[in-house]
């Protein structure tokens, strides 16, 4: 059974508790899934589907924990030809330049790794949604319906 691994940036916690929730979904869709905080450029490798769940930081910054995963995929650059990936980017729409800018990070890097986007970058803004759950929960039923 193929695994889907969530690898999380959080600041506050609102990505970490988001991951906690979609990682739950997936194991009632009779998936597996496991979280990584934050995991490893060997751990996205080894990944059979990359569901990244990222807050935003400082100028559009990838949080501490997972920055050293996203600068690591960039230093090796593998090719990650065809592995299902998700992005899931939080956000506040009031810092117009930075919007969600982590996430937007990771999916530009993934694509560019030649990973295979199994839906568009779900950019959710706490500005409109302070809760993240009610738009990502549906958006991974989504996602899972394309791999069952």
């Given at each position: 059974m193929r695994k889907i691994s969530l690898f999380v940036g959080s600041v506050y916690g609102g990505a970490e508790q988001l991951a906690d929730t979609l990682k739950k979904e997936i194991e009632q869709a009779g998936l597996k899934a496991e979280l990584y905080l934050p995991g490893t450029v060997s751990?996205?490798?080894?990944?059979?589907?990359?569901?990244?769940?990222?807050?935003?930081?400082?100028q559009g910054d990838i949080p501490s924990e997972l920055e050293a995963v996203f600068l690591g995929l960039k230093e090796l650059s593998p090719t990650l030809s065809n592995k299902p990936y998700g992005v899931?980017?939080?956000?506040?729409?009031?810092?117009v330049d930075s919007f969600c800018g982590a996430g937007k990070q990771f999916a530009a890097l993934l694509s560019q790794l030649q990973a295979n986007p199994l839906a568009d970058t779900l950019l959710i803004d706490a500005m409109e949604n302070f809760e993240p759950e009610p738009v990502a929960v549906p958006w991974l039923k989504r996602v899972l319906a394309k791999l069952v």
């Open positions: 751990d996205i490798i080894s990944s059979d589907i990359v569901l990244i769940v990222t807050s935003t930081t400082g899931i980017a939080l956000g506040d729409s009031s810092y």
